[in-house]
């Protein structure tokens, strides 16, 4: 072996402070994963990764992907949760201690000077973020909706690929058929 790690195709990456009421549906995303993942096969071909907040450091886990799907709590989703697509740009967390999925990707560009991996964000419509309390009982519904959303999608017989291509087709295009982005 070469020593070097082997990476699937797909990464799914959530992130959030599980300390912080519904800020962690990010890292509980992650665990009803993690758990699918060893009792099914259907995800074998999708690494898992956590953290609290995202990184410049990030960008080198996105290398050698064709998919990736960033998982994090949100106050402004009006549904259980929003999917959407990623564009890698250059914005103001940039500079800061977290930063946003488009930085990433913008990083991710900057360094390996090429397009990054096909990105989306789906975020979780949370409610209660104080710190010490535990995900609210509304946010655990939505987490629910979002986790069978994403594992129907990732784990589709006919590929990630198509089940996107029809999610996008049939659920919301921009009248151009353009994808765009979707609340539930």
């Known amino acids: 072996m070469n020593g070097r790690k082997s990476h699937a195709p797909v990464l799914i990456f959530t ?21 699918y993942k ?4 259907k995800l074998d071909g999708v690494d898992l990764l956590t953290d609290y ?14 998919l990736v799907i960033f ?39 900057q360094i390996n000077h090429c397009d990054p991996p096909l990105a989306y964000l789906l975020k979780i419509r949370g409610y209660e973020f104080e710190l010490g309390q535990d995900i609210s009982e ?22 990630w690929h198509y089940a996107l291509n029809r999610y996008f087709t049939e659920i919301e295009t921009d009248g151009n058929g353009s994808r765009n982005r979707a609340v539930f």
């Open 138 to 159: 509304q946010a655990k519904e939505n987490l629910q909706q979002a986790f069978e959303f994403i594992t129907n999608t990732i784990s589709n017989d006919a590929g």
């Open 71 to 109: 998982v994090d709590a949100c106050v402004s989703s009006p549904g259980p949760f929003g999917f959407h697509e990623l564009q890698a740009e250059r914005d103001e967390s940039y500079t800061t201690h977290a930063m946003s999925p488009a930085a990433v990707l913008d990083v991710f560009r």
């Open 38 to 41: 060893h009792e099914t096969s």
């Open 15 to 35: 992130y959030g402070n599980p300390s912080r009421g519904d800020d962690a549906l990010g890292p509980a995303m992650y665990d009803l994963l993690e758990k």
């Open 53 to 66: 907040q995202l990184q410049i450091e990030h960008a080198v886990d996105l290398e050698h992907r064709e």
